[in-house]
């Protein structure tokens, strides 16, 4: 490992983004501490173990988890020269974020803050606009009397990393977006990702340098605007699925096929091949809330999203397409058992934050059916996190198909593509297959005897 960078870096929430967060920067030498409060991901961190899958992060935590001091409480981190808070930010029931675990993060910094020195604070996690002025009187209040000798920056810093690829996007991102109203806030961030801006790093095993990746860009902009970059970002992405996910529907209905229309439009640069996949539509733990935060905020200034609007209702829509297409092959669901193969929001993760296989597997259930499900990773934190749901967990696709009348394809892990279908159709009560991600070919299922149907084909 090449040490570059000699920075005190606290950073607060070990999730998905704090704790990939908290890694790279150790991988460059900094002195890093990772603070979350559940104590149980903390003695999982400490005994080497990641709290959760993520391809790689295993490996890294290796390789540089002596680096990182892990720890329950903010008052056992060092003193840092830089705070940077990624909590969750989840869905408030008006649809705004909840912004509470911020708050208290901040409140905590402010609590603890030395005089002397002035660190900045770095709100990662995906905020409202506004939010990181905010922090900056959350803080203060929470300095009291010593708020004349405490001195400190704001900065806005939201990440963009992607599940299932969190480490790859966090060593080679497409850009490092700033957002600060004070230059020294600016200075110390450069510095803190030099490593990343100039590609100076030796990359870590397993995670090689992007044949082609040069460095990414910086955006260096009023706090504001940083947070709104990134529900820019996300609403964007939303749009774009459900825009292929609409047309889907028009191609079923006029014999089109929607991924060689995908094709065809995505080679027009302006529009860009990625993200026009029609299938089970997005899920996850982003694109749903933050879609509904900028309906929120919209709606706070008297600024209708109807774009956004309709990028969510696709999406609610495009989960039932998946239950009423069974309902039409197989008549009725009562009685009827369907195998559900994947259950996370997407392949490469275990997440499963409004994940559609859910929603699913829910409309199912009320429809009578009895559900099978099979997920590569994800089974353990579903049977954990959701004890109560009706559902038999199959060890693998082969035992998911005994008895089944119908397969769904909700989570397009790879080793999905290449199934020994033949043997799992024997083992099907019926042989139908919808492939919710678009995956398999018409024509190889259909050899083989099997009802296929995809989405938009
Ligand atoms: N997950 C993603 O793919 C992704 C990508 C980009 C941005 N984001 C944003 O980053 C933020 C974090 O997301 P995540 O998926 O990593 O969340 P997460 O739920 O996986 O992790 C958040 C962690 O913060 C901890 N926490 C909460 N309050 C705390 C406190 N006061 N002190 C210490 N720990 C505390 C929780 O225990 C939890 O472990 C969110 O705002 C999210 O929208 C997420």
């Known amino acids: 490992m090449k040490l570059e960078n000699n920075l005190k870096v606290t950073v607060i929430g070990a999730g998905y983004v704090g704790l990939t967060t908290a890694l790279t920067l150790a991988y460059f030498g900094n002195r890093v501490s990772c603070v979350d409060k559940n104590g149980s991901i903390i003695d999982k961190l400490k005994g080497g173990r990641p709290p959760f899958y993520e391809p790689g992060l295993d490996e890294l935590l290796q390789a540089v988890g002596a680096g990182v001091n892990f720890t329950a409480q903010l008052s056992q981190a060092d003193s840092a020269d830089v705070y940077i808070i990624a909590v969750g930010t ?5 649809g705004n974020a909840d912004l509470s675990y911020v708050e208290e ?10 005089e002397g020195s002035i660190p900045v604070v770095v709100t990662k996690s995906t905020v409202p606009v506004g939010t990181a002025q905010h922090l900056e009187t959350v803080i203060n209040k929470a300095l009291g009397e010593r708020a004349p000798r405490c ?22 991102p497409d850009r490092i977006v700033i957002g600060a109203g004070d230059e020294r806030a600016f200075d110390i961030l450069k510095r803190l990702y030099a ?9 870590p095993e397993g995670l090689p340098r992007p044949q082609g990746y040069s460095r990414p860009a910086l955006v260096a902009v009023s706090a504001p605007s940083a947070e709104l970059i990134k529900y820019a970002s996300n609403a964007f992405l939303a749009v774009k699925i459900s825009f292929i996910n609409e047309f889907a529907g028009l191609a079923e209905k006029v014999g089109a096929d929607i991924k060689d229309v995908a094709e065809g439009i995505g080679l027009d640069k302006r529009i860009g091949p990625h993200f026009l996949a029609a299938g089970a539509g997005w899920g996850g733990s982003c694109l749903p809330k933050d879609t509904r935060a900028v309906i929120f905020a919209g709606s706070q200034h008297g600024c209708r999203m109807p774009m956004v609007e309709a990028a969510v209702e696709v999406n609610s829509r495009q989960r039932l397409r998946i239950v009423e297409k069974l309902q039409e092959v197989l008549e009725t669901l009562r009685g009827c058992t369907i195998g559900i ?3 996370s929001f997407k392949p490469d993760t275990d997440d499963l934050r409004d994940s559609p296989a859910l929603e699913i597997i829910d409309r199912l259930l009320e429809r009578g059916a009895a559900v099978r499900a099979y997920d590569p990773v994800a089974a ?5 996190s959701y004890p109560g749901l009706q559902v038999h967990y199959a060890s693998s696709p082969l035992d998911l198909a005994g008895g089944c009348d119908a397969l769904v394809l909700v989570t397009d892990w790879k080793q999905f593509a290449s199934l020994p ?30 009802t296929y149907i995809g989405m938009g084909r």
């Open 90 to 94: 989840p869905s408030r029931e008006d």
């Open 151 to 172: 001195h400190f920056l704001v900065a806005s810093n939201p990440e963009f990393l992607r599940e299932g690829a969190a480490l790859q996007d966090s060593f080679y």
């Open 195 to 203: 490593p990343i801006l100039e590609q100076s790093f030796v990359p």
């Open 105 to 114: 993060a901040a409140s905590q910094i402010g609590a603890l803050l030395p």
């Open 380 to 384: 353990d934190n579903c049977r954990r």
């Open 421 to 450: 279908w033949e043997q799992l159709g024997s083992r099907m009560r019926q042989k139908v297959m919808v492939d919710g991600r678009n995956m398999l070919r018409r024509d190889d299922m259909e050899r083989l005897g099997f």
């Open 341 to 343: 193969l994947g259950l």
